[in-house]
């Protein structure tokens, strides 16, 4: 049970940011997830919606490799919310089954293909340790450019963003998500 009761629904938000309210709506079909949390402050979930979308169709990460990262930041946050939510993109991303069973068991990244052993390596030290070794940034630096690289550490730390509020007012994840291990 969530901490705080969760907006569901329009009518809970002053209707000068109904437009905010719409723009979930558009973008997720609902209301739940960090947003039941964010319309709280719904100027602020106003500035922070067009991230998702930003990710979602404009950032040259491809969405493959974006969901590693994704995965990564939710499954070291402990987010199990966007940890199921992710999962089902990820899948939809072609994301090998081998690669996520791996981050859900907080797995050495070195059992996989480089592709993807080297985002998975990034994003864990960048969770982790809030730094990247020169090995692991030097890795993705000789593949993509720095427009990637930047988007991609975006997309790292806003997920793990997004798991710190769902982990801090107790969002239930869905019931018929992936599950994160206790």
Known sequence: MARVTPITEKAAVPAEYHAVVDGVLQTFGQIRGPFSMLLHSPKLAGHLLPLVNFFRGDSVVAAKDRSLGILVAAREREGEYVWAAQVAAARRAGVREEAI??????GDPAQLPA???????????????????QAAFDALNKQH??????????????????????????????ADGDQLPR
Do not use: C, H
């Open 115 to 133: 592709e993807e052993r080297d985002i998975v390596a990034y994003a864990q030290q960048l969770v982790q340790k809030n730094r990247i070794d």
């Open 101 to 106: 069973d791996l981050i859900r068991a907080k």
């Open 145 to 174: 450019d720095v427009q990637w690289m930047v988007e991609m550490t975006a997309a790292i730390n806003y997920y793990g963003f997004l798991s710190g509020v769902v982990n801090a007012f107790e969002v239930a994840a869905p």
